[in-house]
């Protein structure tokens, strides 16, 4: 607390948020009215816990810690060194990795960073990489280019190519990929996607990589908590490298990590290559508060329960998948494996922005997305939806089947505002999504829905918040 010698430059060091900046406030009491009071399908996010909020909140994010754990730049490390030291213990028990042949670097600050990282670790400027396209699934980082630009840094500073599905079955194209690399010679395969209902193959990747000499990379981002709980293939059997984002299914803070393989004679040095990329090559300094809200994550993802939301993530994703086929709508692949489905609209004429766009005035957030066969990659044909989160707000099977009612009358919505647009443009849409105009339902059937989603989606907590005294915050609009 501030006292009566403290100087008035400093009063502001100890004054509540509420208080010194109502602004900002009001725009995180703004945010959270909107998580509780929507349905949050985007398959990369989840919510994280009030433990792992606590931590990420906390005093450490004032230390600096650049360098490992007992090699730092900076003193006054002796507690961030064994916070360091425990969080890397806990990334290796959630994935059953033996310390003697697996090591972690949990300094990332995301999963893009994470990746750059790893590449760097792993090959040279300009080599030669391979990953899966992102119009099938991939992520930008996996080497993604278009005709006119070199999109990331992974196509940048590397020469990428990407592997693709097979249009029949939607599946990765494996021979595909084998007779590709081949001829393209990567030093490095990345495994692991964005969008890919399915699970990987990773026996059928090593092989290939074998042949040719390559890296075998798994960025298993999104699905890094059902294989932490051992409900998908383990990429680590077979993998050099593994990278992930640490706040999807795996349910912790915004951040990544890079586990690299050290029990081959071949893999000596991956250990500081991995370490060396980490930090100086592509970071500076720790974020700390985040490392120990990753730690506090990785406990969690340790106990037994956390096996239990692995497999209701699965069995939520696969109902929801289900019902949306009974409706008679299409997916990818048929259905699901893993947290996710993608939604293929184009039987219906529907493109992803519009269903978005309606979507997210219902308060149901989902995200467009290519879907396998789409003509341009500017007006993706589908959706992708995620389970993750509205299985941390505690729904089940049930429960989930009203989310696929609501999604099958905002569809119903959106043919109808199509209709009533009487054009195919988006802003056409959106007004008479948006406006109520005489003569036409549309705008109307929307409002009603909200109501419907709104209503049901207050019903369940959310993590880290009181709801039973949660007010709506002063910006917010309800005429219900
Ligand atoms: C989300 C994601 C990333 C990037 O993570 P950020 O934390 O957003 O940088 C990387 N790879 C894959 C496969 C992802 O899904």
């Not at 250990?271 to 809200?293: L, M, S, W, Y």
């Not at 699965?314 to 008679?328: C, E, P, Q, R």
Request: hydrophobic letters at 40%.
């Amino acid at each position: 607390m501030a006292t009566a010698n403290t100087p008035a430059f400093n009063k502001m060091l100890y004054t509540p948020l509420a208080e010194i900046d109502p602004e900002v406030k009001n725009i995180i009491d703004k945010e959270t009215w909107r998580q509780f009071s929507g349905l949050e399908l985007i398959a990369s996010e989840n919510l994280t816990s009030l433990a792992t909020m606590e931590a990420n909140g906390s005093i450490l994010t004032n230390k600096y810690s650049e360098g490992l754990p007992g090699a730092r730049y900076y003193g006054g490390n002796e507690y961030i060194d064994e916070l360091e030291i425990l969080c890397r213990k806990r990334a290796l028990q959630a994935y059953n990795l033996d310390p003697a042949k697996w090591g972690v670097n949990v300094q990332p600050y995301s999963g893009s960073t994470a990746n750059f990282a790893a590449l760097t670790a792993l090959i040279q400027p300009q080599d030669r990489l391979m990953g899966l396209g992102l119009p099938d699934g991939g992520h930008l980082t996996h080497g993604y280019y278009t005709a006119k630009k070199k999109m990331t840094a992974s196509s940048i500073y590397f020469q990428s190519f990407p592997y693709a599905l097979d249009p029949s079955t939607q599946l990765i194209d494996y021979p595909g990929l084998e007779k590709q690399a081949k001829i393209f010679k990567p030093r490095l395969i990345i495994c692991g996607a964005s969008a890919y209902p399915r699970d990987w193959d990773y026996a059928t990747l090593k092989a290939i990589c074998d042949k040719e000499g390559a890296w075998l990379m798994a960025d298993i981002a999104h699905t890094s908590g059902l294989v932490a709980a051992q409900q998908l293939n383990n990429p680590f059997e077979y993998c050099d490298v593994v990278t992930t984002t640490t706040h999807k299914t795996l349910r912790g803070p915004r951040a990544g990590l890079i586990f690299f393989r050290k029990d081959s004679p071949n893999h000596e040095d991956l250990e500081k290559r991995v370490n060396d990329a980490v930090f100086p090559a592509c970071q500076g300094g720790p974020h700390n508060n985040t490392i120990a809200a990753v730690a506090t994550a990785l406990l969690q993802v340790s106990q037994p329960e956390f096996k239990e939301y692995a497999r209701q993530v699965i069995a939520n994703a696969k109902t929801l998948g289900s019902s949306l086929v009974d409706y008679g709508y299409k997916l990818q692949t048929g259905g699901t494996d893993n947290h996710l489905v993608l939604w293929d609209l184009r039987p219906l004429g529907l493109t992803g922005s519009k269903v978005e766009k309606v979507c997210d005035l219902l308060g149901i957030t989902i995200n467009k997305n290519a879907v396998s066969g789409d003509a341009s990659a500017q007006t993706p044909g589908g959706i992708r939806l995620g389970t993750s989160a509205l299985t941390s707000r505690n729904m089940q099977e049930e429960d989930i089947k009203v989310v696929a009612e609501l999604l099958h009358r905002a569809i119903q919505i959106s043919l109808l505002l199509q209709k009533e647009a009487g054009s195919k443009m988006l802003k056409d849409f959106i007004r008479v999504a948006t406006t109520e105009t005489k003569g036409k339902v549309g705008a109307r059937k929307v409002k009603e829905l909200r109501q419907d989603v709104v209503a049901f989606a207050r019903k369940w907590p959310l993590p880290g918040v009181d709801v039973s005294t949660l007010q709506r915050p002063s910006g917010i609009e309800e005429d219900f």
